[in-house]
């Protein structure tokens, strides 16, 4: 009677702790909400960041090919802000019934180095002089080297010039036009989603309306957001989407990490990775959406090998990793870790290794244990003589193989 007394008391008190539990959680849950949505862009300020860019296209100050439906047509109207204050700027957009993006490093226009040079002439008189054609390619070759590190043939200029507004070679542009490029041309961003148009895992560029552009609106969706589950059984309480589904999605950014390896002559490092800088397309191809921390690798090495250090911890610039020469107190300029093993510890597995917080939570039976064995070698490759090593292109087939593997065996039977 004792004993069942001591087990009923110890069954309360366990009910109450995690009663309380419940409770701290939810409130530390409202708390981070509430101070997040503190921290977010207004309606308000959007709207006004608009419409100080409309009034410039008004008075000739800027130009764009999508700057007529976004301020006479207003075919394109504004709909939500989705950045932080001290963010860059993205908005949610309306063109024509579908939703788009419109996004800039800055607010104004006169954030971003102006074009103009301005100097003292012999009478002391302040000039502005605009730079004539063959000085704005040269500057448009410097900005193209400086952000991928590497001499930029004439030809990729003019193709990228042609990509951000409808020139002709040998065409003379007026200074409202260089004007606008250039303030383009200052966001690393754009230039990257630029240089990987036409490749599937990177939004759609539609065109611009001075320094902001417009591109395709494709959210990470259920698909990337965790599931709700049951903290005593570890089991999924609604699942936000199929296994199929997210199988696809999981085998989408294999082919976009090869992708990242083969179509530059550099393999480009993506630094920040995290569930909200990836969208989900309708046919589940998954697209980079936000690439502020990619770099490709002579960039890369740049970063890395700046750092003073005592230990490896002092090498890790966010996703990237590097390790410390304990001798000369310096970052190896050479990145330790890779794309895969970031993809498949913050995406594919997430939330610290708990089973039913990443992409590939709850697979099937049949794959189950060889997947969590194949994306814990991916994590944390097998060490070599004490050296941890890289995920390896055998992990990420294996990962692929059995990916199709549960695919093909829930396929209907024909």
């Not at 001591?6 to 409770?23: P, Y």
Request: one cysteine or more; proline letters at 4%.
């Amino acid at each position: 009677m004792v004993c069942m007394a001591r087990s009923r008391t110890r069954k309360r008190l366990c009910k109450l702790v995690l009663a309380g539990l419940s409770i701290l959680l939810l409130l530390s849950c409202l708390f981070v909400r509430r101070k997040v949505k503190a921290r977010r862009c207004t309606d308000q300020e959007s709207r006004a960041t608009l419409r100080t860019l409309c009034e410039e296209y008004t008075r000739n100050k800027v130009t764009g090919n999508l700057c007529p439906d976004l301020c006479t047509t207003h075919s394109i109207i504004y709909r939500q802000c989705l950045n932080y204050r001290k963010g860059k700027k993205v908005m949610l957009a309306e063109w024509n019934t579908h939703k788009v993006i419109l996004k800039s490093k800055y607010d104004r226009l006169q954030d971003y180095n102006s074009i103009v040079s301005r100097y003292m002439n012999d009478v002391g008189k302040m000039v502005t002089s605009p730079p004539d054609m063959a000085t704005f390619l040269t500057m448009v070759k410097h900005q193209l080297r400086t952000m991928f590190e590497i001499d930029t043939p004439d030809i990729s200029v003019v193709e990228t010039l042609q990509k951000m507004c409808p020139w002709k070679k040998g065409k003379t542009l007026n200074q409202v036009t260089m004007e606008s490029l250039w303030a383009l041309l200052q966001q690393d961003e754009y230039l990257m989603m630029q240089y990987f148009q036409g490749n599937e895992h990177f939004p759609k560029i539609y065109g611009s309306c001075g320094h902001f552009y417009v591109m395709e609106y494709t959210p990470p969706g259920d698909t990337l957001s965790p599931s709700l589950f049951n903290f005593k059984t570890g089991r999924e309480l609604v699942s936000s989407t199929d296994w199929d589904s997210r199988a696809k999605v999981a085998l989408s950014f294999l082919t976009f990490l090869e992708d990242l390896n083969t179509f530059h002559t550099e393999p480009l490092h993506l630094c920040d990775v995290k569930q909200d800088n990836y969208g989900v397309s309708a046919d589940l191809t998954i697209q980079a959406i936000d690439v502020d921390m990619a770099f490709f690798e002579m960039k890369m090495r740049g970063i890395l090998g700046q750092e003073n250090c005592t230990k490896n911890e002092d090498c890790e610039f966010f996703d990237c990793l590097s390790t410390c020469d304990l001798q000369r107190k310096r970052c190896s300029k050479h990145r330790s870790n890779n794309n895969l093993q970031a993809i498949c510890k913050k995406i594919f597995v997430g939330y610290n290794g708990l089973p039913f917080g990443g992409l590939l939570r709850s697979p099937p039976a049949a794959i189950s244990d060889r997947l969590d064995n194949a994306l814990q070698e991916c994590v944390k490759p097998s060490d070599n003589y004490g050296q941890s090593q890289k995920a390896s292109s055998e992990t990420l087939e294996m990962i692929r193989d059995l990916l199709q593997e549960s695919l093909h065996s829930n396929a209907p039977s024909r």
